[in-house]
């Protein structure tokens, strides 16, 4: 007989916290109400382009509803299916500019969650792969009221698990509670995750960068000499690396968990902290960056010893394969020109 075998991401998470005893399975009732969230916005961005054939256009769609953007729709789904979970106190996220408070009809858990709904939301009219990247922490504030802003801006260390759906040629759950990062196709037929991916590791050393080059002006010198670098030819560190930059962090990030190579936002003259958020982008991707035995620094520190000091700031990042990050490190510290501030 043909055996089937197969274990779905309800069934990974559980099998994961019954490894440790005095877990409550509150943050596996989490991760499962995420996947659920995950599937809903996966829907919808499936039938995006669908948008202007089916007269969706308008301010109201066909039942009657208001049409939102997509970025917009994904940022309701994920605080209407978190919000009456029990298990958080408080949620942040990088559409809003206030903590989002657990309504007061709902239970207050002892989690918080963070996250970027939609994430290279600019590609969603292109069929260009976009994600949900979300991360996890303990409250610290006292007591079992509502969550606060302290809560909201610990270190990245802190979190307690992280992970990203990627929106591609198929809908991927990818996590991390600590203890290795994994991955789980939707198979769409029945509508479950199915682990595709276990215990991802990204190669020490790659071939592949990812930056926007067309900020190449605005880069401080030692960037500058960091990708000549890999773009001269030497067999023995295997240059010239290939440049692959889709413009969606999520998207870049997971080919280079796969394949191996380095993501960078850097700071330039224009943007002295760069671009990405360090609450919603960098320390998630950092946490499953680390977990799959990467590195991601902001050029001088390690992304997850930052202390953030606004939820929404930004940081530089250099992120990916050990090696890799390691020696754009020391070509910035060479030239001694990054600006971290
Ligand atoms: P978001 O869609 O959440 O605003 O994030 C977009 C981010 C990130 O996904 C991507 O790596 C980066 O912006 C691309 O920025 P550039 O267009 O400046 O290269
Ligand atoms: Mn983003
Ligand atoms: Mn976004």
Known sequence: MVQIKFNTLARHIYEEERKYPDATGEL????HDL?????????????????????????????GEQVKKLDIYANDMMIKAMDHGGHLCVMASEEDEDIIHIPPEFHIGKYVLLFDPLDGSSNIDANVSIGTIF???????????????????????KQIAAGYVIYGSSTLFVYTAGNGVHGFTLDPSFGEFILSHPSIKIPKKSKIYSINEGNYLYWHSGLKKYIKWLQ?????????YSSRYIGSMVADIHRNLLYG????????????NGKLRLMYECNPMAFIVEQAGGRASNGKQRILEIQPKSLHQRTPIFIGSEEDVLLVEKFLSDYEMIEVK
């Open 135 to 157: 991360s996890i922490y303990r409250r610290v504030s006292p007591g079992n009221g509502p969550g606060t802003m302290e809560d909201c801006t610990q270190q990245g260390l």
């Open 28 to 31: 596996s009732d989490l991760l």
């Open 35 to 63: 996947s659920l969230a995950a599937k809903v916005i996966s829907l919808e961005v499936n039938k995006a382009g669908l948008v202007d054939i089916l007269g969706f256009t308008g301010d109201q769609n066909v039942h």
């Open 232 to 240: 001269e030819e030497d067999k023995s560190t295997g240059r010239p």
């Open 261 to 272: 190579g380095i993501f960078m936002y850097p700071a330039d003259s224009r943007n002295p």
